[in-house]
Structures are given as structure tokens and as C-alpha cells.
């Protein structure tokens, strides 16, 4: 492919993640890509997740089997909603840290990250109360 063009459309999908926090599955982001790039492939766009995950620009998220991503800014735990699926991120930096306090006490293993989730119903599952 032309390093060009490639670049390009590399950048229009890092675009479509840096500082989105609903974590978006890979048809969204081919849905919102066609749009910025007329004729991307869904090649291009798997391909350049892959680039920028390997760059450490984002990170990806798998729930029930579905790969979502969402831009690498810090350590931070999900809520999962087992209705409909949607992501929320929770920040609680003494959880994080209180998990890698727990790392660092177990033999033989060298924990790197630690990820908490939270399973429930959403707002608008809960009906919007
Ligand atoms: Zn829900
Ligand atoms: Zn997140």
C-alpha cells in the first residue's frame, strides 16, 4: 500500500479513538471510518488497530468475545452492563493500587497490569431512573 495513503488512514482512526471513552467495537469504527476515508476496507482499518496497539496509542477490551478499544490512558476498571453491553470506565486509583499491592506479595509471578470489572445494569437498562 502507499506509506502515504497509509498514514493517512492510520491517522484518521487513531482520530476516532483518541479521547472517545465509549469504548467502540470494530463495526463502529469502520462505520465512523467510511466517513473520514471514502472506500477504507475493513482490512485497513483491523490492520491499523493493530499498529496503533502495538504503538501502545490504545488498548483493546474484550467483552463477551466482542473487541472494543478505547485510547491507553492509565490504569482504570470497567462496569460492564450484562444487559446491553455498553463499557463505562470507573477511575479509582487506591483500587489500582491496592491490586498491585496484592501483586507484588505473590511468589514467582511478575504481575504487569491488574484490571478490575463490574458487572450490573446500566442507566438506561435500569429504565433510566
Ligand atoms: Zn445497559
Ligand atoms: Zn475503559
Same mark, same amino acid.
Given at each position: 500500500?502507499?506509506?502515504?495513503?497509509?498514514?493517512?488512514?492510520?491517522?484518521?482512526?487513531? &482520530?476516532?479513538?483518541? @479521547?472517545?471513552?465509549?469504548?467502540?467495537?470494530?463495526?463502529?469504527?469502520?462505520?465512523?471510518?467510511?466517513?473520514?476515508?471514502?472506500?477504507?476496507?475493513?482490512?485497513?482499518?483491523?490492520?491499523?488497530?493493530?499498529?496503533?496497539?502495538?504503538?501502545?496509542?490504545?488498548?483493546?477490551?474484550?467483552?463477551?468475545?466482542?473487541?472494543?478499544?478505547?485510547?491507553?490512558? @492509565?490504569?482504570?476498571?470497567?462496569?460492564?452492563?450484562?444487559?446491553?453491553?455498553?463499557?463505562?470506565?470507573?477511575?479509582?486509583? &487506591?483500587?489500582?493500587?491496592?491490586?498491585?499491592?496484592?501483586?507484588?506479595?505473590?511468589?514467582?509471578?511478575?504481575?504487569?497490569?491488574?484490571?478490575?470489572?463490574?458487572?450490573?445494569?446500566?442507566?438506561?437498562?435500569? @429504565?433510566?431512573?
Amino acid at each position: 500500500m502507499n506509506v502515504k495513503r497509509w498514514t493517512a488512514q492510520r491517522k484518521a482512526i487513531k &482520530s476516532l479513538i483518541e @479521547g472517545n471513552h465509549e469504548h467502540p467495537a470494530v463495526d463502529d469504527i469502520y462505520a465512523n471510518a467510511k466517513e473520514l476515508i471514502p472506500n477504507v476496507s475493513k482490512k485497513t482499518v483491523y490492520t491499523a488497530l493493530e499498529a496503533l496497539k502495538s504503538e501502545g496509542i490504545i488498548q483493546e477490551v474484550r467483552v463477551t468475545g466482542v473487541r472494543r478499544y478505547e485510547p491507553v490512558e @492509565g490504569d482504570h476498571q470497567h462496569f460492564i452492563c450484562t444487559v446491553c453491553g455498553k463499557i463505562i470506565d470507573i477511575k479509582d486509583d &487506591s483500587l489500582t493500587s491496592h491490586t498491585m499491592k496484592i501483586s507484588r506479595g505473590l511468589k514467582g509471578i511478575e504481575v504487569l497490569q491488574t484490571t478490575t470489572t463490574f458487572y450490573g445494569k446500566c442507566n438506561s437498562c435500569l @429504565g433510566g431512573k
